[in-house]
């Protein structure tokens, strides 16, 4: 597998689902990295400096030498292309890649929309998330139904697709989100989890 010719540096918020994506791909394919935390809290990520990394002002972003690259799906997108010479986790196969990027789509909009801003509001304090349980579980609902007869979101196989779903779904709970009733989406969760080169998302304090 290629090697970065210097660890990659991963700016990220600790609590953050999106930074916690892109650290879990790092951590997958073993590639060397070094984390710098920006507070979103103090609006760190608003600052002139950061902004040039990112013109949305968002983390996560990473730098790879001399190349710089913000938005979650496409650092996963990146780091599979760039650093997983077997294409394991974004096959060649472009009906298989195409199924990737919808659930990358999933992941970026009614993941977000619903259980990751739930999350948010509580554990920022700004709202109890409550509006967005019924969207939440509509989706949860759905993903449930699709791993009915399989164990990975596309193909056979672990894919970028898991890698991004992961992240907002194992911390849905965090937001008033529980899981109980979704035993094959928990399940899904579990392999992703024995995963070899699996980094746990941070927990919120209550």
Do not use: C
Request: hydrophobic content about 45%.
């Amino acid at each position: 597998m290629p090697r970065p010719a210097q660890p990659i540096t991963l700016y990220r918020f600790t609590l953050s689902g999106h930074a916690h994506r892109a650290q879990l791909m790092l951590s997958l394919l073993d590639l060397p990295y070094r984390l710098v935390d920006i507070d979103l809290m103090r609006g760190e990520q608003k600052a002139a400096s950061f902004v040039e990394r990112n013109l949305f002002g968002q983390v996560p972003v990473i730098e790879d030498g001399d190349f710089t690259l913000a938005d979650s799906n496409a650092i996963l997108i990146y780091l599979a292309l760039a650093y997983d010479a077997d294409r394991r986790w974004l096959p060649a196969d472009v009906r298989v890649q195409a199924e990737v990027q919808r659930w990358l789509g999933a992941a970026a909009g009614p993941l977000v929309r619903g259980p990751a801003v739930a999350r948010w509001q509580r554990i920022s304090g700004q709202g109890d998330g409550v509006a967005l349980h019924a969207a939440s579980h509509q989706l949860f609902a759905r993903l449930e139904g699709h791993l009915q007869q399989r164990d990975w979101f596309v193909g056979e196989a672990p894919t970028i697709a898991d890698v991004a779903l992961y992240s907002y779904t194992a911390r849905a709970p965090e937001g008033g989100i529980p899981l109980d009733d979704y035993p094959r989406l928990r399940a899904w969760l579990a392999r992703v989890e024995a995963l070899p080169g699996f980094v746990a998302m941070p927990v919120a304090a209550p």
